[in-house]
């Protein structure tokens, strides 16, 4: 049998699911003793994931500090540069992170087996009718088929292609959950803090946000929710790690300052280990307006963290229940926290008024549950084997290089 040589095809390096997945699956088929790239469309010196030596770029500069001619010009070269590296490498099998990743390798026509993946709830992404989305939207009608399988990473996300994006190729979707390393991510939970004021500040009772603050994630939610919480609650506080868009930075610093809770947020950015911190945190908080299922709600799970999330994708009971089934009625618990009515109103982008709504309280009141008694934390450390099973790393890596029957 042909020795496998993996390429992994990822958009950046940083913190988000996407990129954590990509390292996941280059330590575990390295170990495996595969040869394993790994190719970032965008370098930047601010990576917090990176592959050592067997990491390759198209580009060291952010897309959005290029002007559009160069941007264009990006777009219509990468898919050239990748089929010159994986004729270079000998590439056996590849596996793309997300529409931009896939794409451009369905336009490569290079002959190893293609996998793609789709990690988020698109009909609600191509809401958004910028040029990009319209083109990925294309791509599920025609470079598609040049994929030889493309991953759902939940049951809701394949149904969601079917419906309502006009996929065309149906018999090439299968759903594989995203695999985790359980060991890794607490063996990383037990190294230490960066400092003894962030030791400090774990010592309390902390509300954490961990990933990128962007459209998707709409982390303004969680703070108004948090608004509401401190004046109930004096004895916690609210934690983001991760970085973000320009834009959503500064609106939340605004709402900061408008709420008056400067004292009761911190802002920490980026940290290449954020098992540490989400392993002290009473309670793992998302407020987004779509996603896939996400990886730090089972990152949670696996170091005994409660989660309280809102309805962002069906697919959250499927991580977060034990029977998978939905109910989108108030606020819910399930085995592993509490799922709060989605927060997304058919509009993306930042609010035009800073209202509260009744499902920032619905989000305050869970947060509040959670914090004030250790039966979810209880429930979660009773059920957390059977809730981890489907998530196994061995099983999952193995699926992704498997062809379809």
Same mark, same amino acid.
């Given at each position: 049998?042909?020795?496998?040589?993996?390429?992994?095809?990822?958009?950046?390096? $940083?913190?988000? $699911?996407?990129?954590?997945?990509?390292?996941?699956?280059?330590? +575990?088929?390295? &170990?495996?003793? +595969?040869?394993?790239?790994?190719?970032?469309?965008?370098?930047?010196? =601010?990576?917090?994931?990176?592959?050592?030596?067997?990491?390759?770029?198209?580009?060291?500069?952010?897309?959005?500090?290029?002007?559009?001619?160069?941007?264009?010009?990006?777009?219509?070269?990468?898919?050239?540069?990748?089929?010159?590296?994986?004729?270079?490498?000998?590439? =056996?099998?590849?596996?793309?992170?997300?529409?931009?990743?896939?794409?451009?390798?369905?336009?490569?026509?290079?002959?190893?087996?293609?996998?793609?993946?789709?990690? %988020?709830?698109?009909?609600?992404?191509? &809401?958004?009718?910028?040029?990009?989305?319209?083109?990925?939207?294309?791509?599920?009608?025609? =470079?598609?088929?040049?994929?030889?399988?493309?991953?759902?990473? *939940?049951?809701?996300?394949?149904?969601?292609?079917?419906?309502?994006?006009?996929?065309?190729?149906?018999?090439? /979707?299968?759903?594989?959950?995203?695999?985790?390393?359980? #060991?890794?991510?607490?063996?990383?939970?037990? *190294?230490?803090?960066?400092?003894?004021?962030? &030791?400090?500040?774990?010592?309390?009772?902390?509300?954490?946000? !961990?990933?990128?603050?962007?459209?998707?994630?709409?982390?303004?939610?969680?703070?108004?929710?948090?608004?509401?919480?401190?004046?109930?609650?004096?004895?916690?506080?609210?934690?983001?790690?991760?970085?973000?868009?320009?834009?959503?930075?500064?609106?939340?610093?605004?709402?900061?300052?408008?709420?008056?809770?400067?004292?009761?947020?911190?802002?920490?950015?980026?940290? %290449?280990?954020?098992?540490?911190? /989400?392993?002290?945190?009473?309670?793992?908080?998302?407020?987004?307006?779509?996603?896939?299922?996400?990886?730090?709600?089972?990152?949670?799970?696996?170091?005994?963290?409660?989660?309280? =999330?809102?309805?962002?994708?069906? $697919?959250?009971?499927?991580?977060? %229940?034990?029977?998978?089934?939905?109910?989108?009625?108030?606020?819910? #618990?399930?085995?592993? $926290?509490?799922?709060?009515?989605?927060?997304?109103?058919?509009?993306?982008?930042?609010?035009?008024?800073?209202? !509260?709504?009744?499902?920032?309280?619905?989000?305050?009141?869970?947060?509040?549950?959670?914090?004030?008694?250790?039966?979810?934390?209880?429930?979660?450390?009773?059920?957390?084997?059977? !809730?981890?099973?489907?998530?196994?790393?061995?099983?999952?890596?193995? *699926? +992704?290089?498997?062809?379809?029957?």
């Amino acid at each position: 049998m042909e020795p496998k040589r993996i390429l992994l095809i990822i958009p950046y390096g $940083g913190v988000g $699911g996407m990129e954590r997945l990509a390292l996941t699956f280059y330590n +575990y088929y390295k &170990q495996k003793g +595969y040869t394993v790239k790994a190719l970032k469309l965008i370098k930047l010196e =601010t990576d917090i994931i990176n592959f050592g030596e067997d990491e390759l770029f198209l580009k060291d500069y952010d897309l959005h500090r290029m002007p559009i001619t160069k941007r264009f010009l990006f777009y219509l070269s990468a898919p050239l540069s990748i089929r010159k590296i994986v004729k270079r490498e000998k590439i =056996t099998h590849s596996i793309c992170f997300g529409d931009m990743s896939n794409l451009f390798s369905s336009l490569s026509f290079t002959k190893e087996f293609k996998v793609g993946s789709i990690h %988020s709830f698109k009909s609600v992404e191509f &809401q958004d009718k910028n040029i990009l989305n319209k083109i990925f939207k294309w791509s599920y009608r025609s =470079t598609y088929r040049n994929l030889d399988k493309v991953v759902c990473i *939940s049951n809701t996300i394949k149904e969601d292609l079917i419906e309502n994006c006009a996929f065309k190729f149906t018999d090439k /979707l299968e759903v594989i959950y995203n695999p985790h390393d359980i #060991e890794a991510i607490q063996k990383g939970a037990g *190294s230490p803090f960066d400092s003894e004021e962030e &030791q400090e500040l774990f010592s309390q009772n902390i509300i954490l946000f !961990l990933g990128r603050l962007s459209y998707a994630k709409s982390p303004w939610h969680l703070l108004k929710a948090f608004h509401i919480l401190a004046q109930r609650q004096a004895d916690v506080k609210l934690v983001f790690i991760g970085d973000g868009e320009p834009p959503i930075i500064e609106y939340v610093k605004k709402l900061i300052d408008t709420f008056n809770i400067a004292d009761r947020v911190v802002l920490l950015g980026r940290k %290449s280990n954020p098992y540490r911190y /989400l392993a002290k945190a009473k309670v793992l908080a998302l407020s987004s307006h779509f996603e896939g299922t996400p990886n730090v709600i089972v990152e949670a799970i696996a170091l005994d963290v409660p989660v309280v =999330t809102s309805l962002c994708t069906k $697919g959250v009971f499927e991580l977060m %229940s034990m029977n998978g089934e939905v109910n989108e009625e108030g606020n819910i #618990e399930v085995e592993s $926290g509490i799922i709060t009515p989605a927060l997304f109103k058919g509009k993306l982008g930042i609010p035009e008024k800073d209202d !509260l709504l009744k499902e920032e309280y619905d989000l305050a009141d869970a947060l509040e549950q959670v914090l004030a008694s250790d039966k979810y934390k209880n429930t979660l450390v009773t059920a957390k084997e059977a !809730l981890l099973e489907k998530f196994d790393l061995d099983k999952v890596t193995t *699926s +992704y290089l498997t062809p379809i029957n």
